[in-house]
């Protein structure tokens, strides 16, 4: 009977002693879930203020510069969009076609433009929230034979130096030669020439013939538009990466 009775004892210990393991990973396991709520309550919160700054910097900078320019664009015919894009579409203002050449009325009002569009960006509330500042050239749908023979590659090369020449016309500017060092090197960072050949031409209406389906207006097309990418931006592209994966 002593013998029983001690079998039965050590059972019983065996199983107490895998009860109490058991009962440690299941305290494991819930702090590991607690932990992993948490972290993902802390990365929405994360995104939520991220989505938040880059809606609140571009519709401030938006209002700043719809402020400052509203009667110009009136007089130039230019376009400011709420993503931040300003776009030069007057045919008469920009470039003859297969030219890359300034004409003397946009060297005007690009002299108009340009110091007071980068006083505003170069204010320190933005300094931090700007991730890149676009020069882009557009052509229109004319083969420009004498950069290339593909007529996509040739034309990449015309909007190039179109955009080249606006960036060139800016930095011999007395407003950019005035800059500080430090002011100089931060543009230098944020400026790029981009370009973008006929890939985004412009219908009757303006609107982009790969969205509308419509007919290229060449006129139209052949543009120039300064675009503003906020540190936002990136920050959201980095969050929708993560989101895919």
């Not at 919160?45 to 609140?56: G, M, P, S, T």
């Not at 020449?165 to 950019?176: G, T």
């Not at 800059?179 to 985004?200: H, V």
Request: no cysteine.
């Amino acid at each position: 009977m002593a013998l029983a009775k001690g079998k039965g004892s050590s059972n019983e210990s065996n199983w107490i002693s895998f009860s109490d393991i058991m009962t440690g990973l299941m305290v494991i396991f819930m702090f590991i879930a607690i932990s992993y709520i948490v972290e993902v309550q802390k990365k929405q919160k994360e995104r939520d203020l991220i989505f938040k700054e880059f809606k609140a910097t571009k519709e401030q900078l938006y209002a700043e510069l719809k402020k400052e320019f509203k009667d110009d664009f009136k007089e130039w015919e230019v376009e400011l969009d709420k993503d931040l894009s300003i776009k030069f579409t007057n045919p008469e203002v920009l470039f003859e076609s297969g030219q890359t050449n300034i004409r003397p009325y946009f060297a005007q009002i690009l002299s108009k433009f340009l110091p007071r569009y980068f006083s505003i960006l170069m204010q320190n509330e933005y300094k931090n929230k700007i991730a890149e500042i676009r020069i882009e050239g557009h052509t229109d749908t004319v083969v420009a034979l004498k950069f290339d023979v593909d007529p996509y590659i040739g034309n990449i090369m015309l909007s190039q130096l179109r955009s080249a020449q606006v960036l060139k016309y800016f930095r011999n500017m007395d407003y950019y030669k005035n800059l500080s060092p430090k002011d100089e090197q931060q543009l230098q960072f944020w400026i790029t020439a981009n370009g973008l050949s006929y890939g985004r031409t412009l219908d009757d209406n303006k609107q982009m013939t790969a969205l509308s389906g419509k007919p290229t207006n060449n006129n139209y097309s052949r543009r120039v538009e300064f675009r503003i990418i906020t540190t936002s931006e990136i920050l959201i592209e980095q969050v929708l990466k993560e989101i895919s994966k």
